[in-house]
């Protein structure tokens, strides 16, 4: 039974820090909302989901190797379509939508400090990454990195989650309206 509450407290918390993500998401990112403008009838980006889906993985790729560390299955990878909401809760059909894309690399705690630091130095050498926020609990050994890329508008977490050793490294990207969709007016 102990083993059982273990497991329903790790999924839990698992599921508040998506909760979390997706809130942050929703904010750093504006929804649907382009930061150029209030108008809920502004063109969209487009992109299919396919090709998200291939960038996100690229990206939280690229941003392990500026870690030095490798993603594992054990725990993932997670892919999460979802609708864009507007400003004011609009939800349209026609297709529009966001992803969030989380990988997992198992890896000490000690480690995780010096392998997010790695990655926070590369994000600025590259340009275009706001670190938002950034905090670091060495009595803990855990990290949390908040990044925004203002052109591109898309967002990104690394970060130490449960279970212990676990690094986590996650993308969103901001709302895209699939190629060929006609956009929705409001």
Request: hydrophobic share 30%; charged share 25%.
């Amino acid at each position: 039974m102990a083993k059982y509450r273990s497991e329903a407290t790790t999924k839990l918390l698992r599921r508040t820090r998506l909760i979390v993500l997706a809130a942050s998401v929703i904010l750093s990112t504006g929804a649907c909302m382009s930061h150029q403008s209030n108008d809920p009838n502004e063109a969209l980006p487009r992109k299919s989901r396919e090709d998200s889906l291939t960038w996100a993985k690229h990206y939280t790729s690229t941003m392990a190797h500026y870690a030095g560390v490798k993603v594992g299955n054990k725990y993932g990878p997670f892919t999460d379509f979802e609708d864009c909401i507007g400003e004011n809760d609009e939800v349209a059909d026609d297709g529009r939508y966001t992803l969030t894309y989380t990988v997992y690399a198992s890896l000490p705690r000690e480690e995780h400090i010096p392998a997010v630091r790695k990655l926070r130095a590369a994000l600025k050498q590259q340009g275009g990454v706001d670190v938002s926020s950034y905090q670091e609990s060495p009595q803990s050994h855990e990290v949390i990195l908040d990044g925004h890329h203002e052109k591109e508008e898309f967002s990104l977490i690394a970060d130490t989650v449960k279970p212990p050793n676990t690094l986590r490294l996650s993308v969103s990207t901001p709302c895209f309206l699939p190629p060929g969709a006609k956009q929705q007016k409001f």
